[in-house]
C-alpha cells in the first residue's frame, strides 16, 4: 500500500519551454501532496504544499508563476516549470500524506522525476 | 528556522556491524520523527517512525528518540553492503504536515 507514482521519470527539454510533471496517489487520496527538489549531493528542499482544491502553499524563495501546482483531484498533483532554465534542472520529487492512515504525519514519496533543461 | 542537523558522513562499517546514525533537531514542539533511506539517483524510502520517548523495533533497525535531549538516531543491526545509502531524518514541522528533512548521513558498508 501506499504507493505513489510520477510521471515522467525523465525529462529534458529546451530553454524556455514548459515541462509538467504528474504525481499520483495509486492507492490511496491524498489531500496533500508536497512538492521537493533536489540538487545533486544536498538535501530535499521542500518548495511547496499542494492542497487539494484550493491553491499550493509555496515556501519562501520558491516562484509561484514559475512553479505551477494544480492539485485537481485527491489522487493527483502537477507541477508545471514554467519556461525552464538550465538552472531548473534538477531532480523533482513529490509526496503524499495519506488522510485516511493510522498517523497522517507519514509522506510516501514518488520516485522522482529527473529534469534536464539544455 | 527550524533546524534538523546531521552529520554528513561518509560513516564507514564493516559488514555485520552495527551502524548508529544520528540527528538533532531544534523544535521543542516536534512530535512526528521519521527515517528515510535515499539510494543514489533514487527517491527517498520510510524506514522507521517514532513518535515517543524510548526505542522501536523494526528487524534490524531500531529508532531511538529522546525529546528532552531533541535527538533521535537510528541503529542497524548486522548491517549489509545493501544498506549503504543516505540516509535521511525528518522531524515533523507541525505546521500543515510538512517536514523538516536533515541533510543526510552516507553510510557505507563494506564486505
Known amino acids: 500500500g501506499a504507493v505513489v507514482s510520477q510521471h515522467p521519470s525523465w525529462v529534458i527539454c529546451k530553454s524556455g519551454t514548459s515541462v509538467k510533471i504528474e504525481c499520483r496517489s495509486l492507492d490511496f487520496q491524498a489531500t496533500t501532496m508536497f512538492w521537493y527538489r533536489q540538487f545533486p549531493k544536498q538535501s530535499l528542499m521542500l518548495m511547496a504544499t499542494?492542497?487539494?482544491?484550493?491553491?499550493?502553499?509555496?515556501e519562501q524563495g520558491v516562484e509561484k508563476d514559475k512553479f505551477l501546482i494544480n492539485h485537481a483531484s485527491l489522487t493527483l498533483s502537477t507541477l508545471t516549470v514554467t519556461s525552464a532554465h538550465p538552472e531548473d534542472s534538477s531532480f523533482y520529487i513529490c509526496s503524499a500524506r495519506d488522510v485516511a492512515g493510522v498517523r497522517q504525519e507519514t509522506q510516501y514519496f514518488g520516485p522522482g522525476t529527473r529534469l534536464l533543461v539544455l | 528556522q527550524k533546524e534538523v542537523e546531521q552529520n554528513s558522513g561518509p560513516l564507514s562499517v564493516p559488514e555485520g556491524a552495527i551502524a548508529s546514525l544520528n540527528c538533532t533537531y531544534s523544535d521543542r514542539g516536534s512530535q512526528s520523527f521519521f527515517w528515510y533511506r535515499q539510494y543514489s539517483g533514487k527517491s527517498p524510502e520510510l524506514i522507521m517512525s517514532?513518535?515517543?520517548?524510548g526505542d522501536k523495533e523494526d528487524g534490524r533497525f531500531t529508532a531511538q528518540l529522546n525529546k528532552a535531549s531533541q535527538y533521535v538516531s537510528l541503529l542497524i543491526r548486522d548491517s549489509q553492503p545493501s544498506d549503504s545509502a543516505t540516509y535521511l531524518c525528518?522531524?515533523?514541522?507541525?505546521?500543515?504536515?510538512?517536514?523538516?528533512f536533515g541533510k543526510g548521513t552516507s553510510l557505507l558498508v563494506t564486505p
Open positions: 525528518a522531524v515533523n514541522a507541525n505546521s500543515g504536515y510538512a517536514l523538516n
Open positions: 517514532i513518535y515517543s520517548n
Open positions: 499542494s492542497n487539494e482544491g484550493s491553491k499550493a502553499t509555496y
